[in-house]
């Protein structure tokens, strides 16, 4: 990809490069910096994304193909849906937006739809869209709808490019738009999809503070409940448009994200800087699958499965819902007979017990000793170990009691 | 998660294959449940696809929605799977068992005898998970005010009388669903996690496959195996054409189905349909009649691949069904059971009377009704799920919110004054540690009569508590009332009955901090109109 307009590409663009071999860089998407941000201790995936290596052929490689994929049937409708929407003028946001900003009705408001270049790269997208977004704000009479214009955001020390669904533009300020498919049902919609839709936004409302800051020539304020006053910024309330009921009929729901900004500000802030990652790699790694003519990786498996157990992760059982290279590092957890395979929080509860069997073993102790808990603090156990043999006594207790009301059938 | 249950997932990965969270089962299980596997259309709110469904393993039934966007279709599977549910739920109206009790009279105050139904079974629907029943809350909100021939203003599109009807009923036992303990709309994954844990998370628990792989090896896996790999085998093996080997238990179906089976089929019968169409109008009953068959052919291919889709869920559930069946029922069910018997009684009655359709949104004092019938609910269940189960009083032992313990002795003692009462001490040694001081009341379990006693000290290894009750009039106690020496006994921290909440007003009397009393007539129902 072209990333001239940065400059003279660094020695970390370039290994950043190396890693990601011949294949084309893949740009992170909001919805990936969301599940970044969700869990910004995971180095492996930092690394991965910063190099814009494609997961998914990279999990498809190794062996353990991500589950994802979406059905013809959603995305059709997806697309009808935001049809509909532009069908009508885009009159639903309209609406919502006067009352949300505070302007008159009678205000005549006629919607102007610059072209954003959507068939060019990236970087000229992104100046294209600056330069809409100036021209937009200089007039604060008039009402501009950005259509999927591109933003740029650093991430981790490298660019991130995102695209949200519309920006609309009035009164020197722009709100965000986001489109979603699931339903406002009886005026309330389903709140783990609100909370997912509201991070995805966030990121989008951060990297529209960084184009304002950049069109204003400063950086952007870090409190993130100062409201820019700079032209262009964003509003910290977005736009949420669903189908009402069972019906296509879009309506809009203002959401306010300011606290997900916050949250994503200091997870993108907490995640490891991207040449510190470079610098605990060691040389000469690279994710390259070494595709051959006809498309097909050539990498042998174990190789390419060094290359990755390189940079560490930090597993749960929610990456699989989020991350391409769930299965993979899930299957890595359960060979290490991690605790982490059972859920985070059962990591919290076993203390320094990292690992299956030394929990196991702990338990075993208090069950097979039948020691007093007083006599298990004197060998010197610590608390969490000393719990787990307690539990253990009482749960082989409770079984054996049980158990001799089955009929001595487990 | 508490620590003992996270101990039964350490033994079950070292096991690879479930463990018992359980001694008994914790969940009533009918003579004749019906088993629902719903499908739903990608893309689309609540949009149904399919629904495998009946009472008889060996006998399921398909219904399908040829066209997920026609919503002509879409009522007539409403309306096929509401000729199929309906007669099922009104099975058990009948049967009535007569209760007498009494009533206050409003104007005299007099109690007055009366005799009240109470339906002596009721039914019991099992779905493969939460978002089964997700999905069912979603059909009955989408049925349940739509208008029938028999309405003064019927609209457009009348539905059959029974398709409101399953609405309600769905309404009904989706709300029903989400009080503790009841039994009468069950999700199977929430079921075998009550009483087994595996090697797994919960988040993986979800998969009903994934999660049986845990008790019996999947069906078409060699080698036979349980466990983790099981687990993933039954998530992402694929065959030749990349398809999934265990299909997901639903409502959502797999991208990869839709776009190389479903997508495909739909296609093929909106084909056959359009030709029929064309047929149709030029009147030529030749080309009718082939056209016709085009269609069937089309459909009958649909419901060839929707029931390869449904099929090995059907048979998961019941293959659940069994594993639960294998468990002895726990001695409260009875009592629960009755609650569920109860509700199934009113909302009869309820549909009996002619009264409207549940609202959309519940009123202040039925929404604060329901939250205070879950909680009281929510204690019961803990209660008894306690006294049933060694491994749930265990639970509580571990949290210090009670313990058990051998009586090594028995002390005596009576109360001053002119009529002693027996209040004799009792020294249990325990391993325990129960979260208690000195002078606070303990409840003894499985004591009949109700027992209290308050603690009178508590070391480590050993506490001494003090009866209180239960030991009969006179001076000495009731035979058998007080433990011996070598008896096992269990004192609980919480009490052993729950209060009751403090009553809410009638809806009328709402108070103004609430909305005040709900305006008739606001909740207009709305018919086909959100439908297009």
């Known amino acids: 990809m072209n990333v001239s307009h940065l400059g003279q590409a660094s020695p970390s663009l370039r290994r950043l490069s190396e890693l990601r071999g011949s294949a084309p860089q893949r740009s992170l998407d909001a919805r990936a910096l969301a599940a970044l941000a969700a869990n910004p201790g995971c180095r492996r995936r930092a690394l991965l994304d910063a190099a814009g290596v494609d997961k998914t052929a990279l999990a498809d490689r190794l062996g353990r193909p991500a589950p994802f994929g979406q059905s013809p049937f959603a995305i059709r409708r997806g697309l009808q849906f935001e049809s509909r929407l532009k069908r009508d003028g885009y009159a639903v946001l309209l609406e919502p937006l006067r009352r949300m900003l505070g302007v008159p009705e009678e205000e005549v408001a006629s919607l102007a739809v610059p072209d954003l270049l959507p068939s060019q790269s990236p970087a000229v997208r992104t100046e294209r869209t600056l330069a809409a977004l100036a021209e937009a704000a200089a007039d604060p009479a008039s009402w501009t709808l950005l259509d999927h214009p591109m933003l740029r955001l650093q991430v981790a020390g490298s660019p991130a490019y995102l695209e949200p669904d519309a920006v609309v533009v009035h009164g020197g300020r722009c709100t965000v738009v986001e489109i979603k498919s699931f339903p406002v049902l009886d005026g309330s919609a389903d709140p783990a999809k609100v909370g997912a839709a509201a991070r995805q936004a966030a990121v989008y409302v951060l990297a529209l503070q960084e184009a304002a800051a950049r069109l204003a020539g400063g950086v952007p304020s870090a409190d993130p409940y100062a409201v820019q006053e700079l032209p262009g910024a964003p509003e910290l309330t977005v736009l949420l448009v669903c189908p009402q009921d069972f019906s296509n009929r879009p309506v809009a729901m203002p959401v306010d994200v300011r606290r997900e900004l916050s949250t994503t500000r200091r997870q993108l802030s907490r995640m490891t800087g991207v040449e510190q990652l470079l610098a605990a790699l060691p040389e000469g790694v690279t994710f390259d699958l070494a595709r051959d003519d006809s498309g097909a990786p050539t990498r042998p498996v174990e190789e390419l499965a060094e290359a990755v157990s390189t940079v560490p992760a930090a597993y749960g059982p929610e990456c699989i819902s989020t991350c391409e290279l769930g299965f993979h590092c899930r299957s890595q957890a359960r060979c290490a007979g991690a605790v982490e395979q059972l859920g985070r929080g059962v990591r919290g509860e076993l203390g320094s017990l990292r690992t299956v069997e030394a929990a196991l073993a702990a338990a075993e102790r208090g069950v097979e000793q039948g020691l007093e808990p007083a006599l298990l603090a004197e060998l010197g156990l610590d608390e969490a170990s000393e719990r787990l043999a307690y539990a253990a006594r009482l749960r082989a207790e409770a079984l054996a009691v049980g158990g001799a009301r089955l009929g001595g059938v487990r | ?532």
């Open chain 2, 1 to 532: 998660m508490s620590l003992l249950s996270t101990l039964a997932r350490l033994e079950a990965v070292r096991g690879q294959r479930a463990e018992p969270l359980a001694t008994v089962r914790h969940r009533h299980l009918s003579e004749r449940p019906m088993v629902l596997v719903p499908l739903a259309a990608a893309g689309e709110a609540g949009a149904p696809l399919a629904v495998l469904l009946g009472t008889d393993r060996d006998a399921p039934r398909l219904h399908l929605v040829p066209q997920p966007l026609n919503r002509t279709q879409r009522s007539e599977f409403l309306a096929a799977m509401a000729a199929d549910v309906v007669p099922y739920l009104e099975s058990f109206n009948e049967q009535v068992e007569l209760l007498e009790g009494s009533e206050k009279d409003p104007v005299s105050g007099e109690k007055l005898p009366v005799v009240r139904e109470l339906c002596a079974d009721a039914p019991q629907l099992i779905v493969p998970n939460a978002a089964g029943v997700a999905h069912l809350a979603l059909l009955g909100r989408s049925t349940r005010f739509r208008r029938t021939a028999e309405d003064p203003d019927p609209g457009e599109y009348p539905a059959p009388t029974r398709v409101p009807l399953l609405g309600r009923w769905l309404t009904h036992l989706t709300d029903r669903a989400q009080v503790p303990g009841s039994s009468m709309l069950l999700a199977m994954t929430g079921l075998l996690s009550r009483h087994w844990a595996t090697g797994q998370s919960n988040l993986e628990d979800q998969h009903l496959a994934a999660r049986l792989a845990w008790h019996l090896p999947p069906e078409g896996m060699e080698p036979a195996v349980t466990g983790a790999v099981a687990a993933e085998w039954v998530e992402s093996a694929r065959d030749a054409d990349g398809l999934l080997r265990c299909p997901p238990a639903g409502p959502a179906t797999d991208p990869k189905f839709d776009e190389r089976v479903l997508a495909p089929a739909i296609l093929r019968h909106d084909a056959a349909v359009a030709v029929w169409e064309q047929a149709d109008a030029s009147r030529d009953a030749v080309q009718e009649r082939r056209a016709a068959g085009l269609v069937e052919r089309a459909r009958a291919e649909l419901a060839r691949v929707l029931l390869a889709a449904t099929l090995p869920t059907w048979h998961d559930v019941w293959r659940g069904v069994d594993l639960l069946r294998g468990l002895p029922p726990a001695g409260h069910l009875p009592d629960r059971w009755e609650g569920d018997r109860w509700s199934f009684t009113m909302h009869r009655d309820r549909v009996a009377a002619g009264e409207p359709p549940q609202p959309r949104r519940d009123d202040a004092v039925t929404a604060a009704r329901k939250l205070a019938q879950r909680e009281r609910e929510q204690a019961k269940l803990e209660i008894q799920e306690a006294l049933d189960d060694p491994l749930a009083m265990a639970e509580r032992r571990l949290a210090g919110e009670a313990f058990a313990g051998e009586v090594v002795d028995v002390v005596p003692e009576w109360t001053q004054g002119k009529s002693p009462k027996p209040r004799p001490l009792l020294v249990v040694r325990t391993g325990d540690r129960p979260h208690a001081d000195p002078g606070r009341e303990v409840y003894r379990a499985h004591a009949e009569p109700a027992q209290r006693a308050e603690i009178v000290s508590a070391e480590p290894g050993e506490v001494v508590v003090r009866l209180l009750s239960g030991m009969g009039r006179r001076k000495d106690p009731e035979p058998g009332s007080v433990p011996a020496v070598g008896d096992q006994v269990v004192f609980t921290l919480f009490e052993l009955s729950p209060r009751q909440s403090a009553p809410l007003p009638e809806p009328a009397d709402t108070p103004w901090t609430h909305g005040g009393p709900p305006v008739v007539g606001e909740d207009s129902p709305a018919g086909a109109d959100e439908w297009e």
